[in-house]
C-alpha cells in the first residue's frame, strides 16, 4: 500500500478526519487540502497532524487545484469540501453554488489536465432527492432537490457523471444519507441536540430550541460511511452509490433517545422555535442500500441509538473539561 497517495479536500470537517484517519490505517501517504485563513481549525485532525501533510488549495481557484494535485500527485482524489450546511445555502446561495457545484467541476477539469488516471470520489448528498419521488430512495430515482445546497450537489454529481462519460475518468458519487459522530459541526441538529442536552445537564443551559420535529431522516455513523468511500474506489468499474441504513428516524425519536441517556425529561426542556423551520422542508429520506451491500460488500455497523449515546457521551465529557 506504499504507493497509494490520498488527497482529501475538506480534510479538516467530519467526513475527512475520519476519512483521513481510515486511509492512514490503510497505510495510505495522505494529503489535506485546506483554504488559506487567518485562524486554523484543524482540532478534528489535530491527533494525526504529525502522520498527515496538509496544502493550501481552493475550489474557487482553479489553478490552485492544479497546483495541489501535481504537488501531492494522487492516486486518489476524494472532493469532501462544500459549503454544507442547508439553511446557510438559502443565505448564501451564489457562494454555495461556486463551492458545491461549480468547485467540483474546476476539481475534475484540473484532474484531467495533470492526470487522468487519478480516482475521484465526489461526495454527493441525499439533500438531492429533496421531494422525494419514491420511498425508499436507490440509485435511479429522480431528483428533486429543495434547497440551493441540494441543487448545487445535484450540480456536482451529473457533472461527476459527466466527465466519468466523456473523458473516461475513474469518477464516482457517493449519494450518502445524514451521518452524525461527535465532530459534527453544532449547527447541524444532531449535534445541536446532544450539545444542549449535555449543556442542561451540567447546569450550562435551561431549555433547547428546535424546529420540526417531525421531520424524518436516514442518519447512520461518519465513521461507517467512510470506508464505503474508499471501496467506491478500489472497484474495477467507475459506479454510483447510495450509502444509508435504510432505517428512518424521526427529530423526535433523536430528542427522546438524546435526553434519556443523560436521565433528563425532553418535554421539559424543549420548545419549539419557528425561525429554525425551512423554507421548503425535506420531509422523509430513507436510503435503499442494497447496491452497496451487494457490491462493495459494504454496510452500517453502528446503530442509531449507539451513535447518539455515543455523541451525548462526547458532549458531556467534553463540557465538563471546559467547566
Given at each position: ?87 446557510t445555502s438559502w443565505a ?153 441504513t435504510g432505517e428512518t ?58 451513535m447518539v449515546h455515543m ?13
Amino acid at each position: 500500500m506504499a504507493d497509494k497517495v490520498a488527497l482529501i479536500t475538506g480534510i479538516t470537517g467530519q467526513d475527512g478526519s475520519y476519512l483521513a484517519e481510515f486511509l492512514l490505517g490503510k497505510g495510505y501517504k495522505v494529503f489535506g487540502m485546506v483554504r488559506r485563513a487567518s485562524v486554523d481549525k484543524h482540532e478534528r485532525i489535530a491527533h494525526i497532524m504529525d502522520r498527515i501533510t496538509l496544502i493550501q488549495g481552493d475550489l474557487l481557484d482553479q489553478y490552485s487545484l492544479i497546483s495541489a494535485l501535481r504537488q501531492a500527485q494522487p492516486t486518489e482524489v476524494y472532493n469532501l469540501a462544500a459549503q454544507s450546511f442547508v439553511p446557510t445555502s438559502w443565505a448564501q446561495p451564489v457562494l454555495t453554488s461556486e463551492f458545491t457545484a461549480i468547485g467540483v467541476t474546476r476539481l475534475l477539469e484540473s484532474i484531467r489536465l495533470v492526470n487522468p488516471k487519478m480516482r475521484f470520489y465526489q461526495a454527493s448528498s441525499s439533500e438531492m432527492f429533496g421531494k422525494v419521488r419514491e420511498t425508499p430512495q436507490t440509485e435511479l430515482t429522480p431528483f428533486y432537490p429543495r434547497s440551493p445546497y441540494g441543487v448545487a450537489k445535484a450540480y456536482g454529481h451529473y457533472i461527476t457523471v459527466n466527465y466519468r462519460e466523456s473523458y473516461d475518468l475513474f469518477a464516482v458519487s457517493g449519494i450518502l444519507f445524514n451521518h452524525e459522530s461527535p465532530r459534527r459541526g453544532l449547527e447541524f441538529v444532531t449535534r445541536k441536540v446532544t450539545d444542549g442536552v449535555a449543556r442542561i445537564k451540567l447546569g450550562l443551559a435551561k431549555e433547547l430550541r428546535l424546529g420540526n420535529l417531525d421531520a424524518r431522516r436516514d442518519w447512520g455513523f461518519a465513521g461507517d460511511y467512510v470506508q464505503a468511500m474508499w471501496l467506491m474506489l478500489q472497484q474495477d468499474q467507475p459506479d454510483d452509490y447510495v450509502i444509508a441504513t435504510g432505517e428512518t428516524h424521526t427529530v423526535k425519536e433523536l430528542v427522546e433517545i438524546a435526553f434519556e441517556r443523560a436521565a433528563l425529561d425532553w418535554q421539559k426542556h424543549v420548545k419549539i422555535d419557528k425561525a429554525f423551520l425551512r423554507p421548503a422542508e425535506v420531509d422523509l429520506l430513507i436510503g435503499d442500500p442494497a447496491k452497496a451491500k451487494s457490491k462493495l460488500g459494504w454496510e452500517p455497523k453502528v446503530s442509531f441509538e449507539q451513535m447518539v449515546h455515543m455523541m451525548v457521551d462526547a458532549d458531556l465529557e467534553r463540557l465538563s473539561k471546559d467547566r
